[in-house]
């Protein structure tokens, strides 16, 4: 893929040491920012919480990445090495994104309660099997990630 090697040479995407700690902090990112999506829909702003979704599926994924020892920067291509290296279904999480840019820089499309309930419900869902998925990861199973990610460059 020629964007994510444009990414890789410019250093927004690159190996690092597998983090544990970092894992940590981003899973507590994840889920600080799904109970502010929750608060917010309880508060009628729809549009905040549709971000606040997304960003807590996607701090799950930056935990799965930094327990792999991988360093992303860039949001789209966070979404493609989900399916490519971890071989995750990465559809709610693109979807999401794509939702959240909707209704941050589209003021014709306002959020329905109802959809933002909808994307919430995603988001909990999505951020527990990534959380089980990461938490079962074995060296083994990070050191083939590492391999398959190596290999694209």
């Known amino acids: 893929n020629a ?3 444009k990414l890789h040479k410019e250093g927004v995407l690159h190996l690092v040491s597998p983090s544990n700690e970092m894992k940590t902090a981003y899973l507590n990112k994840a889920e600080s920012h799904l109970v502010s999506a929750r608060l917010l829909l309880d508060n009628d702003l729809f549009e905040q919480s549709v971000s606040m979704s997304y960003y807590s599926m996607y701090y799950s994924v930056m935990a799965l990445f930094f327990a792999s020892g991988i360093k992303c920067e860039n949001h789209t291509a966070t979404i493609i090495l989900l399916k490519d290296i971890f071989g995750r279904d990465n559809t709610e999480i693109r979807d999401a994104k794509s939702e959240r840019i909707d209704k941050q820089y589209y003021v014709t499309s306002s959020p329905i309660q109802g959809d933002v309930v909808a994307l919430i ?7 527990a099997e990534l959380r089980d998925f990461t938490d079962r990861l074995t060296s083994r199973d990070i050191e083939q990630y590492r391999k398959k990610f190596s290999e694209l460059f």
Request: proline share 0%; net charge positive.
């Open 121 to 127: 419900r995603t988001a909990e869902s999505f951020n």
């Open 3 to 5: 964007f994510l090697k």
